[in-house]
C-alpha cells in the first residue's frame, strides 16, 4: 500500500508574526520506502535562509469535520509539526 503525502514549503507570514505553510504538491511513498515527489508549483526560495527552497512532506488532513493528521513524517530525524502557526484551509 502506498502512502501520500502534501508537499509544503515555509514562508513567512506578513505581519512577521510566524510562518505558514503553502502546499506544493503530493508526494507518494511507494511499498520499498521510496517517495516520488510531484510538484504543481514551484517552492520559491527564501534569501535569509541563504536562497535554499525548502520543503517538508506532511500526512494529509482529513477533510469533512473530522479529526485532522498534522504530523509531518520522518519523526525519527525530529522533524517539527505542521501545525505550529498553522493557518492553511485544506
Partial sequence: MTQRFDVCTPRPKGDGTGTW???VGTAWENDKGLVT???D???VPDPEKG?????M?????VKNGEERTT???GGKAGLP???????IPF
Fill in 51 to 55: 536562497n535554499k527552497a525548502v520543503m
Fill in 41 to 43: 508549483s514551484y517552492p
Fill in 81 to 87: 509539526s505542521r501545525d505550529e502557526d498553522d493557518e
Fill in 57 to 61: 512532506l506532511f500526512k494529509p488532513k
Fill in 71 to 73: 504530523k509531518a513524517i
Fill in 21 to 23: 505553510w503553502h502546499k
Fill in 37 to 39: 515527489v510531484y510538484l
